[in-house]
């Protein structure tokens, strides 16, 4: 959580490939695509690497903000 994107980059393209890799069967022509077409790989990891960044840290957000009030909550019965 408290990586950087640029630091959360590296990591997350190195699991994409990962996963492209294991889906290869399920869609062959999107893979060949992304492996071989440089620009619409980068597009793509770039996109998709935002939006699950954004994610993780909307949800770590929103854990906080309810840990948060369960303490306060907590503080305000006792």
């Known amino acids: 959580m408290t990586n950087t994107i640029e630091n959360f980059e590296p990591v997350f393209n190195k699991e994409l490939e990962n996963l492209f890799i294991d889906r290869m069967d399920g869609n062959e022509e999107i893979f060949v695509r992304l492996m071989n077409d440089e620009a619409f790989r980068s597009i793509a990891a770039s996109h998709l690497m935002r ?13 906080s903000y309810n840990s948060s009030t369960i303490v306060r909550l907590t503080q305000e019965r006792t």
Not at 51 to 63: E, G, L, S
């Open 51 to 63: 939006a699950v960044y954004t994610q993780v840290r909307a949800a770590d957000d929103h854990n």
